[in-house]
């Protein structure tokens, strides 16, 4: 049962653009939810998370925007930059330290 | 400090063959969990270790296993292989509580013939 749907599974956006990935989920326990990005090689790392007492949260160029009752988040890179092309991972968290992924985006940035 | 460290990084083995992956967190960090990434199924959550104790599991035959040492390295063990154990095994740290960040290391990638 995938708890976690991500879309698109891929995205292809010019320098300077907006990138844009929707997650959607099911279990209504979750509580943390994080977004990873991952280069090729290595592990993902942690961009941005929330948690679902704010609807919107901002860190630098990127946004996470939250909709608790429609059960839906959303990643924003604004400005977006070749060194950005990377795969991107929502996951939500609602114990201990058990994430649940979604599919995964892969986004490329073109110059 | 130093990240995440998991050996060994490159492992080819045969089917019926067990394995061991060992994962050396962030000192100072208590709580290890382990992810198993495949192209098909994606980021797989395994296990969570803290203090010693397993807190989390996810939902793999009991082929798959863990432990956490005093000193909170962690290694995880996986007996008769299956080809399609063919994955990058990922290590993740955190400090002490539950929903913080967590650390992930490069990964193990296992491949089972």
């Known amino acids: 049962q995938q708890q976690v749907k991500q879309s698109p599974q891929s995205l292809i956006v010019q320098k300077g653009g907006i990138s844009i990935i929707n997650c959607a989920y099911e279990?209504?326990?979750?509580?943390?939810f994080p977004w990873y990005q991952q280069f090729p090689g290595k592990g993902p790392a942690l961009l941005i998370a929330?948690?679902?007492?704010?609807s919107e949260k901002k860190e630098g160029r990127f946004t996470i925007s939250f909709n608790k009752s429609a059960k839906q988040f959303s990643l924003h890179i604004m400005d977006s930059q070749p060194g950005d092309s990377a795969t991107y991972f929502c996951?939500?968290?609602?114990?201990?330290?058990?994430?649940?992924f979604g599919g995964g985006t892969r986004v490329l940035v073109k110059p | 400090k130093a990240g995440v460290t998991q050996t060994p990084r490159y492992l080819i083995k045969t089917r019926g063959q067990q394995v061991t992956l060992s994962c050396s967190p962030i000192?100072?960090?208590?709580?290890v969990s382990w992810y198993q990434q495949t192209p098909g199924q994606g980021l797989q959550f395994l296990f969570e270790?803290?203090?010693?104790?397993?807190?989390n599991k996810g939902n793999f035959p009991g082929r798959f296993s863990g432990r956490q040492f005093s000193n909170s390295r962690s290694e995880m063990n996986v007996s008769t292989l299956e080809l399609g154990d063919s994955a990058l095994y990922l290590c993740a740290s955190s400090p002490e509580g539950q929903k913080e960040t967590q650390y992930f290391g490069p990964g193990t990638r296992l491949l089972v013939l």
């Open positions: 270790y803290f203090s010693e104790t397993q807190r």
């Open positions: 929330i948690r679902p007492d704010v």
């Open positions: 996951a939500a968290s609602s114990t201990g330290n058990k994430l649940t």
């Open positions: 000192s100072g960090h208590r709580s």
């Open positions: 279990n209504t326990a979750f509580d943390y």
